[in-house]
């Protein structure tokens, strides 16, 4: 079975560390962790999923969201803050991924579901109901 290529964009050192060891937990061990994503996205190999902070500012995730080499899926972790756009939102409009929004604590079994989705290449199917905020 192909191994998803993970990178984490997570400003919060400690929420790196968790997302880090909930993949690894779930058999995902090509994780790379990254403040700053633009390696990670202009190499050969594009990542499969890139997990982000959900509260990252705003500028920085529209430009994420607007580079030309983009992962397969995006998973968001956390919250949008009020203030700022909903960059879930804002990569549905633009036609990404969005594999799964999973709020903090993380749920391991929200993102068991979303990592067999995205091996699957089922995730447009299940997306609706795991974006839901009341989902468990």
């Given at each position: 079975m192909h191994q998803p290529y993970v990178v984490i964009h997570q400003a919060r050192p400690s929420h790196q560390i968790l997302l880090?060891?909930?993949l690894n937990a779930q058999g995902i061990f090509?994780?790379?962790?990254?403040e700053g994503t633009d390696?990670?996205?202009?190499?050969?190999?594009?990542?499969?999923l890139l997990v982000i902070d959900h509260a990252m500012p705003t500028r920085s995730?529209?430009?994420?969201?607007?580079?030309?080499?983009?992962?397969?899926?995006?998973?968001?972790?956390?919250q949008p803050t009020?203030?700022?756009?909903n960059l879930a939102d804002e990569?549905?409009?633009r036609g990404l991924w969005v594999l799964a929004e999973l709020p903090w604590p993380l749920s391991m079994p929200r993102?068991?579901?979303?990592?067999?989705?995205?091996?699957?290449?089922?995730?447009?199917?299940?997306?609706?109901?795991?974006?839901?905020?009341?989902?468990?």
């Open positions: 880090h060891q909930a090509n994780v790379r962790l990254s390696a990670c996205l202009d190499a050969a190999r594009r990542p499969d995730g529209l430009a994420l969201l607007a580079r030309q080499q983009q992962p397969r899926a995006l998973l968001f972790v956390g009020p203030r700022q756009r990569a549905r409009k993102l068991q579901q979303a990592l067999s989705a995205l091996q699957l290449g089922q995730g447009r199917r299940i997306q609706t109901v795991m974006s839901a905020p009341h989902a468990q």
